[in-house]
């Protein structure tokens, strides 16, 4: 009997992460695929972007509701207990052998919190990584404790897992799959891509920028001052929507009045993962606080300035220039990424998070690994730390 695997996607950010590795588990003839799309693909200010999936052909099993229309801390919180009620109900349904979740999104936690009761065995990608200035930190270790298979991007992430008291025969150095995607989907070619979206790419930079979630009574001031130090380029200015998270509507107010009042800027709802990895490949710099800056834009060897700490604790490539949240330092930052002199530094750089086989590893063991209580029973894998080397009350 085939295996039932269940993969939650909740955004356009996962799904084109999870792209290879849907399409492995499908061509897989021991494994049967069963898609859950929720969260953000079913709202409309973000796009709709269950369309896109529709679009590839994956089939979905289930649709999940959860994201409430306003994007305060309290909606969030709401919609994590909405989701609990809503994915059990799914896992019902679909009775999964394995779910698989990916990353750090509060509306995966929701997910794993209701596999935990079904006694459902969970398989957590992305684990193990840091993101300082986000409450996702807090969410990713969360459902690392509630996983019972670990996928990993890179053998330093792996340690940390394995930190967090995780058995190592659960941690499995993969690779990160958007690695995979990347080089395996088709090139568009530049003129086309330029055609499809209106827009000439020379000398354009790209701008993804979320909310800083630890910090989101600041976000008004952080947006301002991005928008201040892309002010001054004369290029295509190139935006694309933030996460569903606390605060994005008013990232998404002050770039639409930015381009309203700038010639040369477009702002695209979603842009889908083909054409935006298309993007990484043709402009001259990527501007923002999003992963893909991290990960993604490695692969392309892409030039990109990190704004602030949101993505402080990740891997680090020759490419990322690091900024602090202030528009004279994000303006030099811009400055340095559009020189030619920094893009031929980057000439000789190699990405860290594997070669292009991610999904293969992963089908491999949710193919081949035990689905007996075992799996289900966990143990924390104790690290060598004597206790009497820790102060008394501290």
Known sequence: MNRRIAVVSVGRSDYGLYYPLLRAIEAEPQLELHLIVGGAHLSGVHGNTIEEIRKDGIPISETVHMVLGSDDSAAVSISMGVGIINFTTAFRKIQPDVIVLLGDRFEMLSAAVAALPLKIPVAHLHGGEITHGAMDDSIRHAITKLSHLHFVAAAPYGARVIQLGEDRNRVFVSGATVVDGVLAEPIIPKSQLEKELEVELDDSILVTYHPVTLSS??????IDSVLNALSGYGGNLLFTYPNADMGNAIIIERIRKFAEQRQRTHV?????????????RYVTAMVGNSSSGIMEASIFKTPVVNI???????????????????????ARGIERAISPEFRAELAGMSNPYGNGDASKKIVEVLKN?????????????DLPVAPDSLEKGS
Do not use: W
């Open 369 to 381: 690994v035990p689905l007996n209580p075992n799996l289900l029973r966990k143990k924390f894998f």
């Open 308 to 330: 602030g700490d949101r993505q402080s604790g990740r891997l680090r490539t020759a490419n990322v220039i690091d900024v602090p949240e202030e528009s004279s330092a994000i």
């Open 217 to 222: 009574e600041k976000t008004e001031s952080q």
């Open 268 to 280: 695209f709802v979603n842009l889908g993962h083909l054409k935006y990895h298309a993007l990484l």
